[in-house]
């Protein structure tokens, strides 16, 4: 019987190991709504749903509603991610809580339709600054920084849509003050059924006090 190792045969090479992919998450920080802020908001757009072209966009579940400030995508659990973590904790610990409140409506084009945000706008960007510095300085490989625009997205359109109705029956929306104290790191499950429309679900993986 040969020992002559089969894989190092003339013409042949040994079969390439298996590249282990590290187990990721598809992250992003934000600021959640209590549910009074839900609520009333839900109350507010549930009218927009008999609107025409209401039954063409691919509107979001009220639970889901948050403002985003810093999207990070897939982030390595194994050395990234405490790393963000820790620095996410800091970011809350140095940043005072804040008062917000849901304002008017607005869209990105056609593609989404979303509410808009008032109050503490200037501790909210601060917030989103701090939280993007915390993706980029743990090493999440982040765009380019853009202007930030406080939202909650409430309807998307891949085909692009006319949202101007949308807009003008969200416009005059004032919804109650509430007290942003939390700094939310929420996971983003996309969906994998193929079902056509069907959303992705979010859960939130940690949350951290604002103030010390």
């Known amino acids: 019987m040969s020992s002559r190792d089969p894989g190092r045969e003339r013409g042949r090479h040994p079969a390439p190991r298996p590249v282990r992919r590290r187990p990721s998450q598809r992250l992003f920080a934000a600021v959640l709504p209590?549910?009074?802020?839900?609520?009333?908001?839900?109350?507010?757009?549930?009218?927009?749903?008999?609107?025409?072209?209401?039954r063409d966009l691919r509107w979001t579940r009220p639970g889901d509603w948050h403002v985003t400030l810093a999207f990070y995508g897939d982030v390595p659990d194994e050395d990234v991610r405490p790393e963000l973590e820790a620095r996410l904790g800091r970011a809350?610990?140095?940043?005072?809580?804040?008062?917000?409140?849901?304002?008017?409506?607005?869209?990105?084009?056609?593609?989404?339709?979303?509410?808009?945000a008032a109050g503490g706008l200037d501790a909210l960007r601060l917030l989103a600054e701090r939280a993007d510095a915390?993706?980029?300085?743990?090493?999440?490989?982040?765009?380019?920084?853009?202007?930030?625009?406080?939202?909650?997205?409430?309807?998307?359109?891949?085909?692009?849509?006319?949202?101007?109705?949308?807009?003008?029956?969200?416009a005059?929306?004032?919804?109650?003050?509430?007290?942003?104290?939390?700094?939310?790191?929420?996971?983003?499950?996309?969906?994998?059924?193929?079902?056509?429309?069907?959303?992705?679900?979010y859960a939130v993986v940690r949350a951290w006090a604002l103030g010390r």
């Open 134 to 170: 915390a993706g980029r300085r743990s090493g999440v490989p982040l765009e380019e920084h853009r202007r930030f625009t406080p939202h909650l997205t409430l309807a998307r359109s891949r085909a692009g849509a006319e949202l101007r109705p949308f807009t003008e029956a969200l």
């Open 172 to 201: 005059g929306f004032e919804g109650q003050g509430w007290e942003a104290g939390e700094l939310s790191l929420v996971r983003s499950e996309l969906p994998h059924s193929g079902v056509p429309g069907e959303r992705p679900r």
């Open 92 to 116: 809350a610990h140095r940043t005072e809580p804040f008062r917000l409140r849901v304002h008017g409506a607005g869209r990105f084009g056609g593609r989404a339709l979303w509410a808009g």
């Open 34 to 54: 209590p549910p009074s802020a839900v609520a009333e908001l839900r109350t507010a757009v549930a009218p927009l749903h008999a609107l025409p072209g209401a």
